[in-house]
């Protein structure tokens, strides 16, 4: 079955450190979601790309985090300087870019915990 | 704006009986609704979607929800609780179809299965 990739599965450091997540998505799907999952606050969109380019950035903090897609297969979620408050799960997830019956499929996460 | 209330943080029901999860969502435009489940230190897997036609939705695992749009409800329901149920459970909205934007999300329930 096709999957949504992410790297790290896990990563610990320190207050002020710069973070990267990473994110595979399907092959031929055109958007890709970005999701933070604390205890607090549930499951937040933080971001979505179509064909590469920023759709939605509403629900991402501007000062610290960027989002980018460098290319088709490749998202990156960034945080820098990284702080407490970011510890989180991040989830990416892809979808074909069409309403109606296609959903979105999520990656395993990236949990974070910042020290 | 859209919103999603999951009544009930943790529902308990016993081995082989009825499952219920409530979900009652608000939106400006008809939704598209979904159901998710998370199991532990995984990702969010797709159990059923609501986008148009029948009422009555059928996804995985035995699982069912009724879209009603008098009562703005998608409740979850499962005949016969099995062990391997015991999970998170997320109720979900959009705009779009779940391919196309964000999704919004509610607080959870997680779901305990007595023996």
């Known amino acids: 079955d096709a999957r949504v990739t992410q790297t790290p599965r896990h990563k610990v450091t320190e207050m002020g450190q710069e973070v990267t997540m990473r994110c595979q998505p399907i092959?031929?799907?055109?958007?890709v979601f970005w999701y933070r999952q604390t205890m607090m606050q549930g499951l937040e969109l933080l971001a979505y790309?179509?064909?590469?380019?920023?759709?939605?950035d509403s629900g991402m903090p501007k000062d610290r985090f960027s989002a980018e897609m460098p290319d088709a297969t490749l998202a990156t979620l960034k945080i820098q300087p990284s702080e407490p408050r970011d510890s989180a799960v991040y989830f990416c997830a892809s979808g074909s870019g069409q309403g109606g019956n296609q959903p979105q499929h999520f990656g395993d996460g990236t949990r974070l915990s910042i020290l | 704006a859209q919103s999603v209330t999951q009544l009930g943080s943790h529902v308990s029901v016993s081995e082989g009986a009825l499952v219920l999860l409530r979900c009652n969502y608000s939106?400006?435009?008809?939704?598209?609704l979904f159901w998710y489940v998370q199991y532990p230190n995984q990702g969010l897997q797709l159990l059923l979607k609501?986008?148009?036609?029948?009422?009555l939705v059928k996804g995985i695992n035995g699982f069912e929800a009724e879209f009603k749009k008098s009562e703005t409800s998608f409740h979850l329901t499962k005949p016969s609780a099995h062990m391997s149920d015991a999970a998170e459970y997320f109720c979900?909205?959009?705009?779009?179809?779940?391919?196309?934007?964000?999704?919004?999300f509610g607080k959870g329930t997680h779901l305990i299965i007595q023996p």
């Open positions: 979900a909205v959009s705009d779009h179809g779940g391919g196309a934007d964000g999704l919004t």
């Open positions: 609501y986008t148009t036609g029948a009422t």
């Open positions: 092959l031929g799907h055109n958007t």
């Open positions: 790309f179509r064909n590469r380019a920023p759709l939605d």
């Open positions: 939106s400006s435009v008809p939704p598209y």
